[in-house]
């Protein structure tokens, strides 16, 4: 998530002060021919990062009867609990908000307004060189509910993330288009595929199956190397199919599709036609991965996420608000 502050007239990213604009969502921006839009995975409409930030109050202990025996006085709650902290791994400034400490990178680059980004690492913040470094944590200061919401919701994202992990050998299970989908390990190949193989359930109420055709004894790195390479031919296959069942109901044409891997994006279109699907996708449940393909041919019709854009998805989709909910709040399995 990117929040501007500080915008001159003439900069090319307008700012987001304004009190009308609601803090938790990136404004749209009308872009330039040719220029992409794009779906993050936590981001609002984009995927936006998922939990309330609550930061610990000061509680205020009740006058203690007069015939009761009267201990010690207890310290106030904010000088028990340690305050929240947030640090970004190239953290080279830090500043107090509310009861978080936070650790960010600050850059200083050829621009207008100071920008603040929240993603998997955490605070990085934008600023020309005029700025100084107290009208930055003045601004800091200012959205900092925004930012603590953020930085609260991407750490629980990651934590869910790490909780979803796959664990890379025979009979391990991962979630494959909203369904668990169990790892099998057949040295002997007794499928005709090659790589690998999707097979029905043995048995009423067991998982379906994805033989690989590796040995028991294969490295972790060797499986999960082996299920991903499967993984980005089903994501072609499936994105494809689907790309063709939308574009029509859209009137409008795609180009090129690529796959990718990024962590915090899940598609973006291009006024060309082109368009990116992330393949973790086929962790989530086929209506759910609708949602993403109609966004993004969406955006060959309204480059930006004005009204027109969402009646434009509800054309074809009109309980889009649910499945994008979904897109937000369901965890997929991290890979690294």
Same mark, same amino acid.
């Given at each position: 998530?990117?929040?501007?502050? @500080?915008?001159?007239?003439?900069?090319?990213? =307008?700012p987001?002060s304004?009190p009308s604009?609601?803090p938790?969502q990136?404004?749209?921006?009308?872009p330039?021919?040719?220029?992409?839009?794009?779906?993050?995975p936590?981001a609002?409409d984009?995927?936006?990062l998922?939990?309330? @930030?609550s930061p610990p109050?000061?509680?205020?202990?009740?006058?203690?009867?007069p015939?009761?025996e009267?201990g =010690? !006085?207890?310290?106030?709650?904010?000088?028990v609990?340690?305050?929240?902290?947030?640090?970004?791994p190239?953290?080279?400034?830090?500043?107090?908000?509310?009861?978080a400490?936070? !650790?960010?990178?600050?850059?200083?680059?050829?621009?207008?307004?100071i920008?603040?980004?929240v993603? !998997?690492?955490?605070?990085?913040v934008?600023? +020309?060189?005029?700025?100084t470094?107290?009208?930055?944590?003045?601004?800091?200061?200012? #959205?900092?509910?925004?930012?603590?919401?953020?930085?609260?919701?991407a750490?629980?994202?990651?934590?869910?993330?790490?909780?979803?992990?796959?664990?890379?050998?025979n009979?391990?299970v991962?979630p @494959?288009?909203?369904e668990?989908?169990?790892?099998?390990?057949?040295?002997?190949?007794?499928?005709?595929?090659?790589?690998?193989?999707?097979?029905?359930?043995?048995c009423?109420?067991?998982?379906r199956?994805? &033989?690989?055709a590796?040995?028991?004894?294969?490295? +972790?790195?060797?499986?999960r190397?082996?299920?991903?390479?499967?993984?980005? #031919?089903?994501?072609?296959?499936h994105?494809?199919?689907?790309?063709?069942h939308?574009?029509p109901?859209?009137s409008v044409?795609?180009t #090129?599709?690529r796959?990718?891997?990024?962590?915090?994006?899940?598609?973006s279109?291009?006024?060309d036609?082109?368009?990116?699907l992330?393949?973790?996708?086929?962790h @989530?449940?086929?209506?759910?991965?609708?949602?993403?393909?109609?966004?993004?041919l969406? &955006?060959?019709r309204?480059?930006?996420?004005? +009204?027109?854009?969402?009646?434009?998805? !509800?054309?074809?989709m009109p309980?889009? #608000?649910?499945?994008?909910?979904?897109?937000?709040?369901?965890?997929?399995?991290?890979?690294?």
């Amino acid at each position: 998530m990117a929040l501007e502050l @500080f915008g001159i007239s003439g900069d090319a990213k =307008p700012p987001v002060s304004s009190p009308s604009v609601d803090p938790t969502q990136t404004p749209p921006r009308k872009p330039a021919d040719g220029r992409s839009r794009r779906l993050k995975p936590a981001a609002d409409d984009s995927q936006d990062l998922w939990a309330e @930030f609550s930061p610990p109050s000061e509680q205020n202990d009740a006058a203690p009867a007069p015939d009761r025996e009267i201990g =010690p !006085a207890p310290e106030p709650l904010s000088r028990v609990l340690q305050p929240a902290s947030f640090r970004h791994p190239q953290a080279n400034r830090e500043v107090l908000l509310g009861h978080a400490r936070v !650790a960010y990178l600050l850059s200083r680059v050829r621009r207008r307004s100071i920008g603040f980004v929240v993603d !998997a690492d955490g605070l990085s913040v934008r600023a +020309p060189s005029w700025v100084t470094l107290g009208a930055i944590d003045d601004a800091l200061k200012e #959205k900092s509910d925004w930012i603590l919401r953020k930085l609260g919701d991407a750490q629980l994202r990651h934590q869910k993330r790490e909780d979803a992990r796959i664990e890379w050998k025979n009979g391990s299970v991962f979630p @494959f288009l909203g369904e668990p989908l169990k790892i099998v390990l057949d040295a002997e190949h007794r499928f005709k595929e090659r790589g690998g193989a999707l097979l029905e359930a043995p048995c009423a109420g067991a998982p379906r199956e994805l &033989h690989i055709a590796l040995p028991s004894t294969a490295e +972790p790195a060797k499986i999960r190397d082996a299920v991903h390479a499967w993984l980005l #031919k089903q994501a072609r296959a499936h994105f494809v199919a689907r790309l063709d069942h939308y574009a029509p109901q859209l009137s409008v044409r795609w180009t #090129k599709l690529r796959l990718s891997s990024a962590q915090t994006r899940w598609g973006s279109a291009r006024s060309d036609g082109s368009i990116c699907l992330n393949w973790r996708l086929l962790h @989530f449940r086929p209506s759910v991965i609708d949602y993403v393909v109609v966004h993004e041919l969406s &955006h060959l019709r309204v480059m930006d996420h004005s +009204p027109r854009f969402w009646d434009t998805v !509800a054309t074809v989709m009109p309980d889009y #608000k649910a499945l994008r909910r979904s897109l937000k709040d369901e965890a997929t399995p991290s890979w690294e």
